[in-house]
């Protein structure tokens, strides 16, 4: 729901942010065996720490979401593709992370007035 009211330029509350980092954390599901489950569950953990302003959670989110790209491996010379939160596309683990830095870098760059 906080992506849509993002996506629609609503305002988000951190509370909200907050909130929803809280229950994606409940809800175990960046530790999954599953390595795109738990590589989505990281991208909207990253999202929403971004979001919530928590630059704790951001280094540590981004630091376990490095590790699992470190050890993505080609399967018969496939290497596995990745739902983004961002652009609603499939992508390799290289361009979901590029995708998601590029949000972060967005959402956390001073406002400029005009």
Same mark, same amino acid.
């Given at each position: 729901?906080?992506?849509? *009211?993002?996506? #629609? %330029?609503? @305002?988000?509350?951190?509370?909200?942010?907050?909130?929803? #980092?809280?229950?994606?954390?409940?809800? &175990? +599901?960046?530790? *999954? =065996?599953?390595?795109?489950?738990?590589? #989505? +569950?990281?991208?909207? &953990?990253?999202? /929403?720490? $971004? %979001? /919530?302003?928590?630059?704790?959670?951001?280094?540590?989110?981004? =630091?376990?979401?490095?590790?699992?790209?470190? %050890?993505? =491996?080609? $399967? /018969?010379?496939?290497?596995?593709?990745?739902?983004? @939160? $961002?652009?609603?596309?499939?992508?390799?683990? +290289?361009?979901? *992370?590029?995708?998601?830095?590029?949000?972060?870098? *967005? $959402?956390?760059?001073?406002? =400029?007035?005009?």
């Amino acid at each position: 729901m906080l992506q849509c *009211k993002h996506e #629609l %330029n609503e @305002p988000v509350k951190l509370e909200e942010w907050k909130s929803g #980092l809280l229950m994606l954390d409940g809800s &175990g +599901a960046h530790t *999954k =065996r599953e390595i795109s489950s738990r590589v #989505l +569950a990281l991208s909207w &953990g990253l999202i /929403a720490s $971004v %979001n /919530a302003k928590c630059e704790d959670r951001v280094d540590k989110i981004s =630091r376990e979401f490095d590790s699992i790209g470190r %050890n993505i =491996r080609s $399967v /018969a010379h496939r290497f596995p593709i990745f739902f983004s @939160p $961002v652009s609603k596309e499939l992508l390799v683990f +290289a361009d979901l *992370k590029q995708e998601i830095d590029n949000y972060a870098n *967005k $959402v956390t760059e001073p406002k =400029r007035e005009s």
